[in-house]
């Protein structure tokens, strides 16, 4: 990705993103691009839509009108690439989710948008779970954080936990992406 200015990913013969590799990891357009760039790949959770959230079971619920409110302020930027031949924008994610007032959501967040604690905050988006492992990889340590059945990869600059020990993380709202049927939303 490091030698061109546009890149078209493709999965099984179809091409999934055309966007310059920036775009690619900052905007993944599906969530088949979103675990294919970027290492460690987007964490993705599935939820459940309801009343203005999105459930995630045992792991916790974000808001996910905070989320949309969070993006509306980012779309005034106009980024906007070619996902299977087709133009899209988070412009049209209000009226998506209105529409559906229940339903499956995927929501994707990075290793290094999340922050991690040992003391539960009192606001925001939070994610409780166990250290399952630690690696040290020189710039920053990769917390591996079990969180209701799957593995959550954080990036943090050093190591403050321990294996085994309670966590918690959280993220801003403008650091979350929300895919509908495996496309994103906003």
Same mark, same amino acid.
């Given at each position: 990705?490091?030698?061109?200015?546009?890149?078209?990913?493709?999965?099984?013969?179809?091409?999934?993103?055309?966007?310059?590799?920036?775009?690619?990891?900052?905007?993944?357009?599906?969530?088949?691009?979103?675990?294919?760039?970027?290492?460690?790949?987007?964490?993705?959770?599935?939820?459940?839509?309801?009343?203005?959230?999105?459930?995630?079971?045992?792991? &916790?619920?974000?808001? !996910?009108?905070? *989320?949309?409110?969070?993006?509306?302020? /980012?779309? $005034?930027?106009?980024? %906007?690439?070619? +996902?299977?031949?087709?133009?899209?924008?988070?412009?049209?994610?209000?009226?998506?989710?209105?529409?559906?007032?229940?339903?499956?959501?995927?929501?994707?967040?990075?290793?290094?948008?999340?922050?991690?604690?040992?003391?539960?905050?009192?606001?925001?988006?939070?994610?409780?779970?166990?250290?399952?492992?630690?690696?040290?990889? &020189?710039?920053?340590? !990769?917390?591996? *954080?079990?969180?209701?059945?799957?593995? /959550?990869? $954080?990036?943090?600059? %050093?190591?403050? +936990?321990?294996?085994?020990?309670?966590?918690?993380?959280?993220?801003?709202?403008?650091?979350?992406?929300?895919?509908?049927?495996?496309?994103?939303?906003?």
């Amino acid at each position: 990705m490091g030698m061109a200015d546009r890149v078209a990913v493709m999965n099984r013969g179809t091409v999934q993103q055309v966007a310059p590799p920036q775009e690619l990891y900052k905007h993944p357009r599906t969530v088949w691009v979103a675990r294919f760039i970027g290492s460690p790949p987007m964490n993705l959770f599935r939820g459940i839509r309801e009343n203005g959230s999105i459930d995630l079971g045992d792991a &916790g619920s974000v808001d !996910l009108e905070g *989320v949309l409110a969070a993006h509306d302020a /980012v779309d $005034a930027l106009g980024a %906007e690439d070619t +996902v299977a031949g087709t133009e899209r924008s988070g412009s049209s994610a209000g009226g998506m989710l209105a529409t559906d007032v229940q339903g499956e959501l995927s929501l994707g967040i990075r290793p290094e948008d999340l922050t991690l604690s040992t003391t539960p905050p009192s606001t925001g988006n939070v994610l409780e779970g166990t250290v399952d492992t630690i690696e040290p990889l &020189g710039e920053y340590v !990769l917390v591996n *954080v079990r969180v209701d059945d799957q593995i /959550v990869n $954080a990036k943090i600059p %050093e190591p403050i +936990v321990s294996r085994g020990e309670t966590v918690y993380l959280t993220f801003e709202n403008d650091d979350a992406y929300v895919y509908d049927d495996g496309e994103l939303v906003v």
